[in-house]
C-alpha cells in the first residue's frame, strides 16, 4: 500500500481491518441504512421526532410496509420510539452512523 502511495504519510499504519466483526457490522450498521427508505427515515429524524403517521406522509408507506422499516431500524438501535404509540427518535447511534454517511459523502465531492 506505501507503494501505491494510497496513505498520506510513509508513518501512517492501515488499521487492524482484520478485527472488524462482520455479522454485527452488518446487522447493526449496514443492513439498516442500506435500504432507500430506511436511510429516508432516518434522516426525517436527525433533526426532530416524527410520528409514525409524519412517517408514513413523508415515504409514501402504509402501516404494515412502513413498520417493516422501523423494526429494522429499531433493532438495529439507531432509532426508539418515546413509548408505545409514540414519536419515533433518532439515537446517539443513528445520528453518528448518519453523520459519518454525510462526512464520507462530502469528502467524494
Not at 413498520?67 to 429499531?74: G, Y
Not at 433518532?90 to 467524494?108: A, R
Amino acid at each position: 500500500m506505501k507503494a501505491l502511495q494510497i496513505y498520506k504519510s510513509t508513518e501512517a499504519k492501515a488499521p487492524n481491518i482484520s478485527a472488524i466483526p462482520e455479522e454485527s457490522i452488518v446487522d447493526g450498521i449496514l443492513d439498516p441504512v442500506s435500504n432507500k427508505t430506511r436511510l429516508q427515515i432516518l434522516k426525517a429524524l436527525y433533526y426532530e421526532p416524527k410520528t409514525f403517521s409524519a412517517l408514513s406522509e413523508l415515504t409514501g408507506l402504509r402501516a404494515g410496509n412502513l413498520l417493516f422499516h422501523l423494526q429494522k431500524l429499531l433493532n438495529s438501535g439507531m432509532v426508539i420510539q418515546r413509548h408505545e404509540g409514540g414519536d419515533y427518535m433518532i439515537t446517539d447511534k443513528g445520528y453518528k452512523v448518519l453523520t459519518m454517511i454525510t462526512y464520507y459523502v462530502n469528502t467524494l465531492q
